[in-house]
C-alpha cells in the first residue's frame, strides 16, 4: 500500500511559479512510476505528466510541455512537478499517483489527496 501526500499547492498571478511536491510511503518508491493529474471545476481529470521509477523517462501533455516540469528524488521518496508561466487555465486541483505499470491513462493505483493550484488573471 503506497500513501501519497501533495503539498505545495496555492493562489499565483498570470505568470508566475509554483513548486508542488508529493511524499510517498509504503514503497520501495523506486519501483513506482510516478504521475501528475489536475481536474478542474466541472471537467474530468486529465494527464499533466509522468516520470518513469528510475527518473529516465518523462511524458508531458501537450498543454503544458515547455513550462512543467517532472522530477523525483528517489532518496527522498518524493516527486515534484515545477509549474512556471502557469496561466489561469491551469487551475485545477492537482494529484500525484502512482502505478507500476508505465502509462498516463487515469487509472494509476494509488493516489494523493490533491492540493489547489489557483492561477488568478
Known amino acids: 500500500q503506497v500513501r501519497l501526500v501533495e503539498s505545495g499547492g496555492g493562489l499565483v498571478q498570470t505568470g508566475g511559479s509554483l513548486r508542488l511536491s508529493c511524499a510517498a510511503s509504503?514503497?520501495?518508491?523506486?519501483?513506482?512510476?510516478m504521475g501528475w493529474f489536475r481536474q478542474a471545476p466541472g471537467k474530468d481529470r486529465e494527464f499533466v505528466a509522468a516520470?518513469?521509477?528510475?527518473?529516465?523517462?518523462?511524458n508531458y501533455a501537450d498543454s503544458v510541455k515547455g513550462r512543467f516540469t517532472i522530477s523525483r528524488d528517489n532518496a527522498m521518496n518524493t516527486v515534484y512537478l515545477e509549474m512556471n508561466s502557469l496561466k489561469p487555465e491551469d487551475t485545477a486541483v492537482y494529484y500525484c499517483?502512482?502505478?507500476?505499470?508505465?502509462?498516463?491513462?487515469?487509472?494509476?493505483?494509488?493516489w494523493g489527496q490533491g492540493t489547489q493550484v489557483t492561477v488568478s488573471s
Open positions: 499517483a502512482a502505478d507500476r505499470t508505465w502509462k498516463w491513462r487515469n487509472d494509476y493505483d494509488y
Open positions: 509504503g514503497g520501495p518508491f523506486w519501483t513506482y512510476h
Open positions: 516520470m518513469t521509477g528510475s527518473g529516465s523517462t518523462t
